[in-house]
Structure formats: C-alpha cells, structure tokens
C-alpha cells in the first residue's frame, strides 16, 4: 500500500487547508482511516479518523475546526482544516486506525505550517 498526502503549506493563523491522502494498492473502503500529526519534537498523534460506514472522531485539540471525509470511488481520503492555529504546526500523515502493528508503511506526509 501507498499513501500518498498533499495540499500543505504555509498558512497564517485563523487561516484554512484542504489535505488530500491518495491510497493505492489495498482495500481502502473496508478499512478506518485516520490522520495523524507529529509536531516537533512529538511522537505522532491521531487527530481525526473516519470509518469505512462514514462516523468521524476527532481529537479535542481539533473538534469543530478540522474535517474528515472520504471518497471511496477515488480511494482519497481528506482533512479540512479550519481556523489553523501556531499548535496545529507539524508533518500530517493518513494510515489506517489501527493498533501500530497493523498500519500500512507510512508516507512522506505534508508539513502545515501556521504562522502566529
């Protein structure tokens, strides 16, 4: 399996991002997918994830800023992100929400960079 995240950059804060995760080469529609964030200095965390029937969960550093969505047909799975903030700053990842050992190998990600 491939991922494949874009549609970071460098943003001002209040400001908003659409990332995208291109996943080729597995079953993408029977599996929970989530995006992770690891800032500086920080082990990767799970900020927002999305099942195969469609239910989120969000973090709480996150809940109503940021959604997820996905398109099935595409297999692309998305994170809006919305009034960005400085902590928001880091390298943004999609894998499958699952325990660590059944992850798919991980992509480069796409760094978002809020400016205060």
């Known amino acids: 399996v491939q991922l494949q995240a874009s549609g970071g950059g460098l943003v001002q804060a209040g400001g908003s991002l659409r990332l995208s995760c291109a996943v080729s080469?597995?079953?993408?529609?029977?599996?929970?997918i989530g995006w992770y964030r690891q800032a500086p200095g920080t082990q990767r965390e799970l900020v927002a994830s999305?099942?195969?029937?469609?239910?989120?969960n969000y973090a709480d550093s996150v809940k109503g800023r940021f959604t997820i969505s996905r398109d099935n047909v595409k297999k692309t799975v998305f994170l809006q992100l919305n009034s960005l903030k400085p902590e928001d700053t880091g390298v943004y990842y999609c894998?499958?929400?699952?325990?660590?050992?059944?992850?798919?190998?991980w992509g480069q990600g796409t760094q978002v960079t809020v400016s205060s």
């Open positions: 894998n499958r929400n699952s325990p660590v050992n059944q992850r798919w190998n």
């Open positions: 080469g597995g079953i993408f529609t029977v599996n929970n």
């Open positions: 999305i099942t195969s029937g469609g239910n989120t």
